[in-house]
T-cell receptor, first 111, second 115 residues
């Protein structure tokens, strides 16, 4: 079952913050986050396992709320290079071997 | 090392033609996935290999779609008697596959247009 991402689109000025959410109606084992620029391959950002851990690098971080079956991606002090479409990919059990992706959130960062 | 390589980058086929899409995964990656991405949507799972074994093909939309990975490296996705609804970007991804939470490394995809 496909996870639901929100918002569908967001426009920011450089330096502003954004939060992208990914919700599932089924119990999650792990959540992956990817960024895809137009005409390019999705690029892996980070992966979170159930347990509510938070990960991050640079000014991009994410959390996983197991009770809510939700993951959130936090982008702080956004840069022009952050523009693109962000996808969450969800795994529902340890033997899935595949991810189910949301429809994406398009982030546009303007100078 | 090199990333995941897909060819051709673009393919135009007339309805009814057969097409073959190739994927060269990252060397040493055990798992290989095919996804279909329609415009404005997220990648949708088609099929999954672990080495040469096709472990899951539940996402293949019809029996016109066939995938293989005979030697556990290069994979080919074949679509027979293409239809207009097959038009999409076909993404290949590979992962180490040693543990379930291995990140996916995607290729740039093949954009298939069926006229």
């Amino acid at each position: 079952q496909q996870p639901v991402q929100s918002p569908q689109a967001v426009i920011l000025r450089e330096g502003e913050d954004a939060v992208i959410n990914c919700s599932s109606s089924k119990a999650l084992y792990s959540v992956h986050w990817y960024r895809q620029k137009h005409g390019e391959a999705p690029v892996f950002l980070m992966i979170l396992l159930k347990g509510g851990e938070q990960k991050g690098h640079d000014k991009i971080s994410a959390s996983f709320n197991e009770k809510k079956q939700q993951s959130s991606l936090y982008l702080t002090a956004s840069q022009l290079s952050y523009s693109g479409t962000y996808f969450c990919g969800t795994d529902y059990n340890t033997n899935a071997g595949k991810s189910t992706f949301g429809d994406g959130t398009t982030l546009t960062v303007k100078p | 090392g090199a990333g995941v390589s897909q060819s051709p980058r673009y393919k135009v086929a007339k309805r009814g033609q057969d097409v073959a899409l190739r994927c060269d995964p990252i060397s040493g990656h055990v798992s290989l996935f095919w996804y279909q991405q329609a415009l404005g949507q997220g990648p949708e799972f088609l099929t999954y290999f672990q080495n040469e074994a096709q472990l899951d093909k539940s996402g293949l939309p019809s029996d016109r779609f066939f995938a293989e990975r005979p030697e556990g490296s290069v994979s080919t996705l074949k679509i027979q008697r293409t239809q207009q609804e097959d038009s999409a970007v076909y993404l290949c991804a590979s992962s180490l596959g040693v543990i379930i939470y291995s990140p996916l490394h995607f290729g740039n995809g093949t954009r298939l247009t069926v006229t």
